[in-house]
């Protein structure tokens, strides 16, 4: 009977090293579960940041765009060596509108590449106007029958 306690006592020690050896393990994979979670979690809140920055850029762009007017029907080269300068002078004649401060442009350019030719259309004048003293009343396009010149002016969303 002594050699039947030894043996258990022997088999249970060996079993409680290994419930011990579980225990710890099991406490490791608690802590691993948690830092899962944790940046499971993070991903989460950086994935709605992210969402919410997406459609923040998309309202910015479109506004900016919206802030753009598209002038047609100028010739080439007529601006000179400084197309803000152009603008700031003819808009106010073209309009007959004083504006007090002078207007102020972000950013005025001719997109796209040079047409060539004798019949080519003249590229069109995209300005972003910073800078205007009042509200323009007058008629958002400028067409032959409403402008001395055959000029457009219009707000373009593109």
């Known amino acids: 009977m002594d050699n039947a306690m030894v043996s258990m006592a022997a088999e249970m020690k060996s079993i409680r090293t290994e419930i011990a050896s579980f225990h710890t393990r099991a406490l490791g994979l608690e802590q691993r579960v948690s830092k899962v979670e944790a940046c499971a979690s993070s991903f989460q809140n950086r994935d709605q940041e992210l969402l919410f920055l997406h459609s923040k850029l998309t309202d910015l762009e479109d506004r900016s765009r919206r802030d753009n007017v598209r002038f047609i029907g100028f010739p080439e080269n007529i601006e000179g060596e400084d197309l803000h300068r152009f603008l700031r002078d003819t808009l106010p004649r073209l309009t007959d509108t004083v504006f ?39 008629p958002s396009t400028y067409t032959e029958s409403t402008c001395p010149r055959p000029l457009s002016a219009r707000r373009t969303h593109n």
Do not use: N, V
């Open 100 to 138: 007090e401060p002078p207007l102020e442009f972000q950013r005025a350019h001719r997109p796209g590449p040079w047409r060539t030719g004798t019949d080519a259309r003249p590229r069109r004048i995209i300005a972003c106007i910073l800078l205007y003293s009042s509200p323009y009343t007058g």
